[in-house]
């Protein structure tokens, strides 16, 4: 075996190389000269039929041929992956410059934001929130509420009425109930939820929500509920924001008041969201009945309380200046994700 038979596997496998048109190709014919089984190696396998002096000679020439060939195929190779991946982008559609698609990312609804802040404001007076079930029971809702069986009071809130005495709850005061009746006294609660109503129009939703609060300790006067219902409307829409009661009436509340803010688009001037009167409605309010803290077993001659009921629509109504209630429940995107 000669130098020259190595020389001539060299030249060829070269040839053999630079005649590959991809990478693939290209290691099928490195394999073939450098692999196990590939010319190389089966020359290397006749050094046993040299003289010992021929050897060392013939070892070396065909460790050069091995370098050459591996230095040839890994500088051949980066060119081939380079030519492959500018065929394959040539090819395809993909633009990698183009923007990428946009990631829409969910949003808060308008109702949850003002709830929230809501629960924010009063919870830096001491509120913490309380939860109840949609569908109550009717003495909850009612009866436990000091509405007597029978009384007009009770179709005031157009009541869904549903199966063994139960209802979809009308409004969040019975959850003062289940408050009352199953925790220690004193205590300051915020309950949020949901409630539902037979009725519908641009102002009246069949499911909205309210914000209930109740305030119960030795010693609470209307003037603690108008500071509280103060402090609160005066965070939330701002601090040139005054608040007034007006007389009303509540079967749980004794004495009762409707609340009213001034009117936060026109400052109290005057303006079609106001009905130009300057003031909004923003709830109902009032000292808590003794007949209903009587019914939650609290001793009314030892305890007293307020409470207040909020309309967590409307509050987003004035605040972000909507003027139909409707545009809450429609799902509409080009309305939801002015809120982000
Ligand atoms: N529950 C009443 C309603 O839905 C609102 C209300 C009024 C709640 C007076 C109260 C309150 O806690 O004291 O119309």
Redesign the pocket.
Same mark, same amino acid.
């Given at each position: 075996m000669s130098t020259e038979k190595i020389n001539q596997i060299v030249e060829e496998a070269k040839a053999s190389f630079q005649s590959c048109q991809n990478p693939d190709e290209l290691y099928k014919s490195k394999v073939k000269v450098l692999g196990k089984k590939g010319a190389l190696s089966l020359v290397m396998q006749e050094m046993k039929n040299l003289s010992p002096e021929e050897r060392p000679a013939f070892g070396q020439s065909v460790n050069e041929a091995k370098k050459s060939l591996e230095s040839l195929y890994a500088s051949l190779s980066e060119e081939l992956v380079k030519q492959e991946m500018a065929q394959k982008l040539a090819q395809s559609m993909l633009d990698p410059e183009l923007p990428g698609f946009e990631v829409k990312t969910g949003t808060y609804h308008p109702i949850e934001l003002v709830i929230r802040e809501m629960i924010d404001i009063l919870s830096r007076i001491g509120f913490s929130v309380r939860l109840g079930p949609l569908i109550e029971h009717d003495d909850l809702n009612f009866t436990a509420l000091n509405f007597p069986e029978d009384h007009p009071a009770r179709e005031m &809130?157009d009541t869904f009425y549903m199966k063994h005495d139960h209802v979809l709850r /009308?409004? /969040?005061?019975p959850i &003062?109930v289940r408050t009352l009746r199953s925790e220690s006294l004193p205590l300051r609660i915020l309950a949020p939820g949901s409630?539902f109503r037979c009725d519908s129009d641009t102002t009246h939703a069949p499911n909205f929500y &309210?914000v209930? *609060?109740?305030w119960v300790d030795k010693k609470v006067s209307m003037a603690h509920l108008k500071g509280v219902v103060d402090f609160f409307a005066k965070s939330y829409f701002g601090d040139k924001t005054q608040t007034r009661f007006r007389p009303s009436f +509540?079967p +749980? /509340?004794e004495p009762?008041a409707e609340v009213d803010c001034t009117c936060p688009l026109c400052a109290g001037q005057g303006c079609r969201v106001c009905s130009k009167t300057g003031w909004i409605e923003i *709830? =109902?309010? =009032?000292l808590v009945h003794p007949n209903v803290l009587k019914m939650s077993d609290v001793d009314p001659d030892q305890w007293q309380g307020f409470? +207040? *009921?909020f309309g967590v629509e409307r509050m987003a109504m004035i605040k972000y200046r909507l003027s139909d209630i409707r545009l809450f429940n429609e799902n509409d995107l080009r309305f939801l994700e002015q809120f982000r």
């Open positions: &809130q /009308t409004h /969040t005061s &003062q409630v &309210q209930e *609060g109740l +509540f +749980f /509340t009762s *709830g =109902g309010c =009032g409470a +207040f *009921g």
